[in-house]
Nanobody, 120 residues
Framework: QVQLVESGGGLVQAGGSLRLSCAASGRTLSSYAMFMGWFRQAPGKEREFVAAIGWSGGSTYYADSVKGRFTISRDNAKSTVYLQMYSLKPEDTAVYYC???????????WGQGTQVTVSS
């Protein structure tokens, strides 16, 4: 098991920025957290993929809705993945979840989530 703890959420005005962090701990991260990703779930909607990153940071994936505005990165020495969010929109309001797994699309460990609210 890999434990994931998100932080950095909050209330921001449209056009503002936030940086989310996800600290991982537990089993060998190079195996169980080869890929780490961010997902979000808005009220009344299904959880959706936001961004993901491979172990070396060379492979990154983004949802079309956040491309050019969000940047995912990771610091393996700190066992932490980040999501830098710029030009936030009200439609970015959601609970953001961190996930980890052996491959992109294979996420077996999830954090508890952090609320991001963007006011218009």
């Amino acid at each position: 098991q890999v434990q994931l703890v998100e932080s950095g959420g909050g209330l921001v005005q449209a056009g503002g920025s936030l940086r989310l962090s996800c600290a991982a701990s537990g089993r060998t991260l190079s195996s169980y957290a080869m890929f780490m990703g961010w997902f979000r779930q808005a009220p009344g909607k299904e959880r959706e993929f936001v961004a993901a990153i491979g172990w070396s940071g060379g492979s990154t994936y983004y949802a079309d809705s956040v491309k050019g505005r969000f940047t995912i990165s990771r610091d393996n020495a700190k066992s932490t993945v980040y999501l830098q969010m710029y030009s936030l929109k009200p439609e970015d309001t959601a609970v953001y979840y961190c996930a980890a797994g052996p491959g992109h699309g294979s996420y077996y460990n999830w954090g508890q989530g952090t609320q991001v609210t963007v006011s218009s």
